[in-house]
């Protein structure tokens, strides 16, 4: 009997060190409606990604609207209050493309702050006039006797309730403490909005320190839910704030977004399903001035709508600045469109299909595409008697791509550290690094991350990246450069025999 021929041995060569996230979908900018045209009139000016300014029209829109309607949903009526994640590195022009959507905003706020100044001083006239006559009845009555507290009863009564400062006019907040944002809803504006282009301030801040984040995460969620804010402090007792509307918008660097997307407590808790996540592709090396085009009209026009919905007045308490919002419902037809996608989704859950692993984000997608055409349809008239069939196709096209990212970058979140910082070499080495070899000196001199820039990390890095067959150690005394080396590296490159 002939023996078999022996397979002979085959290297395999390099080993990715982790599984490439596949590339998004491109972002749906039909589906934005009437914010369209703003949003391509910033992206044309920035040429920046997309979905950048397309986050911060919608999370604008819905600031803008959230106090005057809830819509409603398959679940029951909810805020239009949208939560939006934007994740960009370093030079995408987060902030750029922030900017022109929230001028009108911006000026809103500085008139109002204006407008307090003005009415700050008739009320600590009033509420001095109102101490000193209250302070005088107390004083007669602790000097009477009892005939006098009859007459007192009548007369703090007739005094009427303690003036109520201006409220504060601001409408956002940066990286607010749970303590803080409650105070800035229990003095100021009723509907407020937590909108930062350096988004990993508040994420790595004192609100979501060990101490404070699990209470952060839940008065968001509260928030989100649009349920009262409930606060208990010794020495100020129990008191709740009902009728109050949140909208958030974090730009946060990748780094940032995985450690946070990695964080069990925001994803058991639910508050990261609440989230239109994105990470759009980079478009840096490619913004040539000569491509810039400027839309003028677009955006006047945008910052004229905001305008006039912020100057419109708020559905709400006088007293206790409780919103009251209408219920803006679904028409039959949106309804059965929105019907069908739930359906849709809820079917792709199941063990094996395609939102297995994203059940948090899946089960509130049909509620997301709720909100996002509530968000439209007010944006567009705060008097629309129903979510058109129109509108919810958009809200419908927009839900499923945050969706579609969320299951593209839920992998992502779970790379470690390390990892990710060996992964930045390779890249570098390969596509950066003039030389065939490398040596724990040139990665702390000169590599393209601080990060790297410390022996033990550089050292781990290297040490992973030969693990994974793209670096082969050379023999101590190997000459690189013109000197003989203690540690050096080979660097494997595509089509590279070691």
Avoid at 435 to 443: F, G, H, K, L, T
Avoid at 471 to 492: D, F, H, M, N, T
Wanted: aromatic fraction near 6%; include cysteine.
């Amino acid at each position: 009997m002939t023996a078999p021929e022996p397979i002979p041995f085959k290297a395999e060569g390099p080993q990715p060190l982790l599984r490439q996230i596949p590339q998004g979908e491109p972002y749906p900018v039909e589906a934005l409606g009437p914010l369209r045209e703003a949003v391509e009139a910033v992206q044309g000016q920035t040429l920046a990604p997309i979905a950048i300014p397309a986050a911060s029209a919608l999370s604008v829109a819905s600031l803008a609207v959230q106090g005057f309607c809830d819509v409603e949903t398959l679940g029951g009526t909810r805020p239009l209050s949208l939560y939006a994640l934007t994740i960009a590195r370093s030079g995408e022009r987060k902030s750029s493309c922030d900017g022109p959507l929230m001028a009108a905003l911006r000026s809103f706020e500085k008139e109002q702050a204006k407008e307090r100044r003005e009415g700050m001083a008739s009320w600590e006239n009033a509420h001095a006039l109102w101490k000193g006559e209250r302070d005088r009845i107390l004083t007669d009555v602790r000097r009477g006797k009892g005939e006098k507290r009859t007459a007192a009863k009548a007369d703090l009564a007739a005094l009427g309730k303690e003036p109520s400062a201006p409220p504060t006019p601001d409408r956002t907040v940066t990286e607010p403490t749970y303590e803080g944002l409650t105070r800035k809803f229990a003095e100021g504006m009723p509907t407020l909005g937590i909108f930062s282009d350096e988004g990993g301030q508040f994420l790595g801040g004192f609100a979501m320190s060990a101490d404070n984040r699990q209470k952060t995460l839940a008065a968001l969620n509260d928030l989100w839910q649009g349920n009262p804010i409930r606060r208990t402090r010794a020495g100020e007792g129990s008191y709740a704030l009902y009728g109050r509307r949140l909208a958030v918008h974090l730009m946060v660097q990748p780094s940032v977004a995985r450690a946070f997307m990695a964080d069990s407590m925001a994803a058991d808790t639910g508050f990261l399903p609440r989230f239109l996540m994105c990470e759009p592709p980079s478009t840096i090396g490619t913004r040539l001035q000569s491509r810039v085009r400027q839309d003028d009209t677009a955006l006047a026009g945008f910052s004229d709508r905001l305008s006039r919905i912020l100057e419109t007045p708020l559905p709400m308490d006088p007293d206790t600045r409780e919103l009251a919002p209408r219920v803006l419902p679904l028409s039959p037809e949106a309804r059965a469109m929105l019907t069908d996608y739930s359906d849709h989704v809820e079917a792709q859950q199941v063990p094996g299909g395609d939102y297995a692993n994203i059940t948090g984000y899946a089960s509130k997608a049909a509620e997301q595409a709720a909100r996002i055409a509530g968000v439209l349809t007010a944006w567009t008239d705060l008097e629309a008697a129903a979510v058109s069939l129109d509108a919810m196709e958009s809200g419908i096209g927009l839900a499923d791509f945050y969706l579609s990212e969320a299951r593209r970058l839920a992998d992502a979140a779970n790379v470690s550290e390390e990892i990710e910082r060996a992964e930045t070499l390779r890249k570098w080495l390969l596509e950066r690094w003039e030389y065939s070899e490398v040596m724990p000196s040139d990665v702390v001199q000169r590599a393209p991350i601080r990060a790297l820039r410390e022996s033990p990390a550089a050292r781990k890095a290297l040490a992973m990246l030969e693990t994974h067959g793209w670096l082969y150690r050379l023999p101590a005394g190997a000459e690189v450069r013109g000197s003989a080396r203690k540690e050096a590296y080979g660097i494997v490159r595509v089509g590279h025999a070691v």
